[in-house]
């Protein structure tokens, strides 16, 4: 039978998932937290989770929500979803049609810029593999430095934003990205001085919520599991 509650199938290991549990958290939206741990390749299991997360989001790929049996994939999407339904304060995603427009370019551009794969390619294949794919990981990482100067100085150049003078969604996808550096013990925002500030207004604006999710990132941090740098 259809839960009532809002389920979210999630692991805060990824930034994404992280996106959409930051505005769960800072705006008090009740939800159960469905764990597949990515580490462990827990979302490709027979596990009965497993199960239900194949059949909400048949890419089984994480975040998915199901919402008393509507179900709905993709970060993007999900946060958009919230703040339509709960009516969420205006800020996050303005219905203003221009700052709107701006919040969905910033959603747009995140993939395949600031979202690639170098993270993935330097920490998580090598653990899966024992390989390095050097090539592509070059490729990927000139993506991420490109990505992180056009934050610096384009989004984030004389605004305190990514949009504009407050937070929106489009801050909270960007956020997770940098922070998920943190987990391979590298400071991405300090190649960025625009940067660097946005991290830390946003770490006032969102805490406690921004330290409860980031929980996972400090302990692998502290672990060491991933310690590496990044030539940018
Ligand atoms: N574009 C999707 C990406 C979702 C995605 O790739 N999630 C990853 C974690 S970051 C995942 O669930 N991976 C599982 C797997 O690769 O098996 C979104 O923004 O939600």
């Known amino acids: 039978m259809a839960s009532e509650k809002l389920v979210l199938y999630t692991d805060p290991f990824s930034p994404v998932c992280r ?5 769960l958290e800072a705006e008090g939206i009740p939800y159960e937290q469905r764990v597949l741990d990515l580490q462990k390749g827990e979302q490709l299991t027979d596990s009965p989770v497993a199960q239900q997360l194949a059949k909400a989001n ?11 049996g509507f ?74 430095k490109k990505s992180l100067q056009m934050i610096d100085s384009h989004f984030l150049k004389d605004q305190k934003f990514i949009t504009g003078e407050e937070i929106t969604i489009a801050d909270l996808m960007c956020l997770c990205q940098i922070t998920q550096y943190w987990i391979s013990d590298f400071n991405l925002e300090d190649h960025g001085a625009n940067v660097k500030c946005w991290v830390e207004d946003c770490r006032k ?19 060491g599991t991933f310690k590496t740098t990044y030539d940018i």
């Not at 996106?19 to 505005?23: A, K, Q, R, S």
């Not at 969905?104 to 390989?131: E, H, M």
């Open 19 to 23: 996106t959409v549990m930051l505005l």
């Open 58 to 68: 048949p890419n089984r790929l994480m975040p998915t929500l199901d919402d008393g």
């Open 71 to 144: 179900c709905l994939f993709e970060s993007a999407a999900i946060v958009k979803y919230l703040c339509n339904k709960y009516e969420l304060a205006d800020h996050w995603y303005p219905t203003d049609i221009k700052k709107r427009a701006l919040v969905d370019q910033y959603l747009s551009w995140n993939t395949g810029n600031i979202r690639c794969n170098a993270f993935y390619l330097k920490c998580v294949q090598p653990l899966r593999t024992g390989v390095v794919n050097e090539r592509r990981l070059a490729e990927q990482t000139v993506v991420l």
């Open 205 to 223: 604006v969102l805490n406690p919520h921004f330290d409860k999710v980031h929980q996972v990132v400090y302990d692998c941090r502290k672990a």
